[in-house]
């Protein structure tokens, strides 16, 4: 048994890579206070648990507790209000799907991009974490709510959505310490719930009262029916909307805060980030035709996601007495399963700590021997692999070779950077940004 406390109240997510390296990958109880689950890192482990096994761990107990109040019974349980959201929710995050949308998404990024143009005006600085959730929330607001939800409302769930994952963090690492004790966040993350509720409730009413047939999620959802052949209340396709809210932009925004600082610090990645954007996309706006052969760009973003993925935490409950690589676990037992701890060990990633997008240039892995599927898992896996995967490929791109094909920019903030006290990984610190027009300096890559 380890005793992790201190380390883990300092910076969890760098505590669990930490408890995971010293013991090889092998499952290890830890000892936080009166709470001890057990860490869950090897791949083989985290397969058995999220794929082969699935149904045995769940995802219920005091960890996932608090996202009860914000997420309520939808893609982020298990049951049957799982299931059913899952059936209704998965044909609209499909490749095919997202294909028929690209083009529209596209241009809403290629608009909110161009904005930044009175930022460089003004020679004013950004918030480079809050532009990058804002710019996300206005591409998946087509997606989700058809433009039933204005721009403005729309603005306020994202600051909404981050309040909550920096609150309700401390009853995630907390769950022992009862719900009548309050604890730093409490206030916060109710306000937070509270203001989202105000943005989505009405849109939700309105769509119920005239129900159309288009095809965005909230419509969809209004002419759906639960596992019990009803018509999804309020409440379902309220959770429904902000789960999957949550799933489509917060893992985009989370991972595109991180890249800036990356190649900040790897000039040479920026660069050849840079020259594949302008041999690519030339001068005009980016397109999904472009997708394809911004193959570098991909690679980035895929490293990206392996040092700093934005599900850093998936606990999971024993329903049944198991065994996992020769450990005993009694049922009622907590796992803690960490990405960002599995695709730092050393057996399966040389040189972890180090940002190299060329471990995923095509044909690396088979010519090195293929990587464990779940060596690297930033989506999840199983059956709760996340639905917001393919609009991730498609996006993400999309946004950062626009931003680059447009603008220089500059982190202003001194590193080095750490992992936050966030239920979504995002960095302790502001990432500050600022920007000149890359029609006046063609020179300057970050």
């Known amino acids: 048994m380890r005793r992790a406390l201190p380390e883990f109240l300092r910076e969890p997510a760098a505590a669990l890579a930490g408890f995971a390296q010293q013991a090889d990958g092998e499952v290890v109880r830890l000892e936080l206070g009166p709470f001890r689950p057990y860490l869950v890192t090897h791949p083989d482990h985290v397969q058995q648990v999220v794929r082969t096994e699935w149904t045995n761990y769940q995802r219920q107990g005091m960890f996932w507790r608090p996202l009860e109040r914000l997420f309520g019974d939808s893609i982020l349980t298990d049951g049957e209000h799982w299931r059913n959201s899952r059936k209704i929710l998965q044909p609209l995050f499909t490749p095919q799907y997202i294909a028929t949308i690209a083009d529209e998404m596209a241009d809403r990024v290629a608009g909110r991009v161009e904005e930044w143009d009175e930022h460089v005006r003004a020679g004013r600085k950004i918030d480079g974490g809050a532009e990058m959730s804002d710019i996300l929330g206005y591409i998946v607001n087509r997606t989700l709510f058809g433009d039933k939800l204005n721009r403005h ?29 309050r604890i730093p966040g409490d206030r916060a993350f ?86 594949e954007i302008d041999d690519v996309v030339g001068a005009g706006p980016v397109r999904p035709g472009h997708l394809p052969d911004l193959r570098y760009t991909r690679m980035v973003l895929q490293e990206t996601l392996r040092m700093y993925p934005a599900g850093w935490l998936l606990p999971r409950v024993a329903v049944e007495d198991a065994e996992i690589g020769g450990v005993r676990i009694r049922s009622g037992s907590t796992l803690v399963i960490s990405p960002y701890a599995t695709q730092r060990l050393e057996e399966f990633w040389e040189r972890p700590d180090e940002f190299d997008p060329e471990r995923f240039a095509p044909g690396r892995s088979e010519s090195e021997g293929r990587r464990h599927r779940y060596a690297y898992f930033p989506f999840g896996g199983g059956p709760h692999r996340c639905l917001g995967e393919h609009l991730f490929n498609v996006v993400a791109p999309l946004i950062v070779a626009s931003i680059l094909g447009r603008f220089r920019l500059s982190v202003r903030t001194p590193g080095p950077f750490t992992t936050g006290w966030t239920a979504s990984l995002r960095p302790r610190q502001k990432v500050e940004l600022s920007m000149s027009c890359a029609g006046r300096d063609r020179s300057g890559v970050l």
């Open 153 to 181: 409302d729309g603005e306020r769930i994202n600051p909404a959505l981050e309040t909550a994952s920096r609150s309700l963090v401390y009853r995630i690492l907390m769950p022992f310490v009862p719900y009548f004790v």
């Open 190 to 275: 109710l306000k937070a719930v509270k203001a989202i509720d105000d943005v989505v409730s009405p849109v939700v009413r309105k769509a119920m009262a005239t129900p159309d047939d288009g095809a965005d999620v909230i419509s969809v959802l209004c002419r759906s029916v639960d596992e019990n052949g009803e018509r999804l209340d309020a409440k379902q396709i309220r959770d429904a909307l902000v789960s999957v809210y949550a799933a489509s932009s917060e893992t985009t925004a989370t991972i595109l805060t991180w890249l800036w600082p990356l190649l900040d610090r790897h000039p040479d990645v920026a660069a050849r980030l840079q020259a």
